[in-house]
């Protein structure tokens, strides 16, 4: 079974470096060659990579070091840099240490060295100078970097389904029944993929983080346009609407105001054909009636979904910014 990971706590060392080497050159008529010990080798670093492929922190293990250096050898003879650590992360992982962002991974391929590996050891002629003809001394390999990191991932999707849940208040809590957290399509659009988020129902409170709030807002965060999912067959559907803007304004400001179209679920429903006309009216927003449990009306959604990705294409264009793909 697969699950959706968007926390990791990671611990994360750079390798060790390699030894300075203390030998002394001789061979037959020379002696006395001299100090010939060579530097030991760095250490690896461990790096996060971003990459599109992933979709979850769920491969992240909570323990990663860098591969160390080797020692110096006779002869001047250097030893081998280890071997850097590589650990793909999604795109859109944030990276913390002790509450601060240290790095935000948005884009394909970027990359963040979470722990440097240690320095190599000096050799022992290394230390060769006129005072000091045949230098003793060397140094060990520095150890590596280490560090405890948080991984919090942001998902980076074009367009996030979002939507009000069935919830139970209870005197000091509520308790939130959801189903599922996963990407709901992709829809071809030419070369490009349009990635729609599908973001488990809010309650009223979220920002407070109540229920699962935060948990599921910071996926919001990242998505460039919206869909508000109402349930048309409620009396009074456009409060819904009004909840969960509200909830999105107080975790952050501006995010209600996104592009947005608004889903009217169940129009099978006869309370919902009643109430469509009234939902109308009562908001400014697209509305698009459907139903999830017939499939009516799902293609005049496609197509304007594509409409707010092409919209959303040309406004990074025009801005010098090329859009996420995927």
């Given amino acids: 079974t697969r699950y959706f990971v968007d926390h990791r706590k990671v611990r994360v060392v750079g ?126 390999g520095e150890p590596g970097q280490e560090r405890v990191l948080h991984l919090e991932l942001k998902t980076t999707a074009h367009a996030g389904l979002v939507s009000v849940t069935v919830a139970l208040q209870l005197p000091y809590h509520y308790l939130v029944i959801w189903g599922f957290f996963c990407w709901i399509c992709w829809i071809h659009c030419e070369i490009s993929l349009l990635v729609v988020a599908d973001i488990p129902g809010l309650i009223k409170g979220a920002h407070q983080n109540r229920g699962l709030g935060m948990a599921f807002l910071r996926h919001i965060e990242r998505c460039r346009f919206l869909l508000y999912v109402i349930d048309l067959s409620v009396s009074q559907p456009w409060i819904q609407l009004q909840d969960l803007k509200y909830e999105l304004e107080q975790y952050k400001k501006g995010l209600s105001e996104r592009p947005c179209v608004v889903v009217g679920n169940k129009i099978d429903l006869a309370q919902s054909r009643i109430n469509l006309p009234l939902l109308k009216e009562q908001i400014d927003e697209r509305v698009i009636p ?37």
């Fill in 290 to 326: 459907l139903s999830a449990l017939t499939g009516d009306n799902l293609e005049e959604l496609f197509l304007h979904l594509r409409e707010l990705y092409d919209t959303y294409v040309k406004t990074e264009q025009s801005r010098g910014q090329s859009p996420v793909k995927w």
């Fill in 15 to 140: 390798g060790q470096g390699g030894g300075g080497g203390h030998s002394f050159y001789s061979e037959p008529r020379k002696i006395f060659g001299g100090p010939d010990g060579g530097n030991g080798g760095d250490g690896g670093h461990v790096i996060l990579k971003a990459d599109q492929q992933m979709k979850s922190l769920s491969s992240v293990l909570p323990f990663y070091q860098g591969f160390h250096g080797e020692r110096g050898g006779s002869k001047n003879c250097y030893g081998a840099n280890g071997a850097c650590v590589y650990v793909k992360v999604p795109v859109g992982t944030l990276v913390k240490e002790d509450g601060k962002v240290v790095a935000d991974l948005t884009r394909h391929g970027e990359e963040y060295v979470a722990a440097y590996g240690g320095a190599g050891g000096k050799g022992n002629r290394f230390f060769l100078s006129n005072e000091n003809r045949a230098p003793t001394l060397f140094t060990p």
